[in-house]
């Protein structure tokens, strides 16, 4: 999946979590699963890059680091920086384990494949609501400022 489509499926599992760390893992969960769900990907690494940070710092934005709903948006993108050393040419063994499975990925041509515009569209749409709006997951912070 793409990144955008990641962090937005991170961020809808972190929200009812109560806390930061169980909230992390929610969002590695899903990473996971979305890796097995038949998928287009955007073969652009620096778009990936900038477009997964922003989503999640436009959640961080609104609702702060410590909220499980960023918390779930991070953890849902952290098990692909296991790819950065290798982008930069150092050996990086893959550890995540839908990554070490090869036909989970270059879906690209199989015809159920969600393309990776239907995530950036629906991603970008998810992450754009928890970017406007304040989750409940923060509201008692909210009130306090
Ligand atoms: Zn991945």
Redesign the pocket.
């Known amino acids: 999946m793409i990144q955008l489509a990641h962090v937005a499926t991170g961020a809808l599992a972190g929200r009812n979590r109560s806390g930061l760390r169980d909230a992390f893992i929610a969002g590695m969960l899903t990473?996971a699963a979305m890796?097995v769900i038949p998928h287009g990907e955007v073969h652009d690494d620096e778009y990936e890059l900038l477009s997964g940070a922003a989503g999640v710092i436009a959640i961080a934005a609104r609702h702060g680091w410590r909220s499980p709903i960023t918390m779930g948006a991070i953890g849902a993108i952290v098990?692909?920086m296991e790819h950065l050393p290798q982008k930069f040419g150092i050996f990086q063994p893959t550890l995540?384990p839908?990554?070490r499975i090869k036909w989970l990925h270059g879906w690209e041509t199989k015809p159920l494949a969600i393309p990776a515009w239907v995530q950036a569209v629906v991603g970008g749409a998810v992450i754009g609501a928890f970017a406007m709006t304040r989750g409940r997951a923060r509201a008692g912070a909210a009130d306090r400022a």
């Open positions: 990473h890796d098990p692909d995540f839908t990554h």
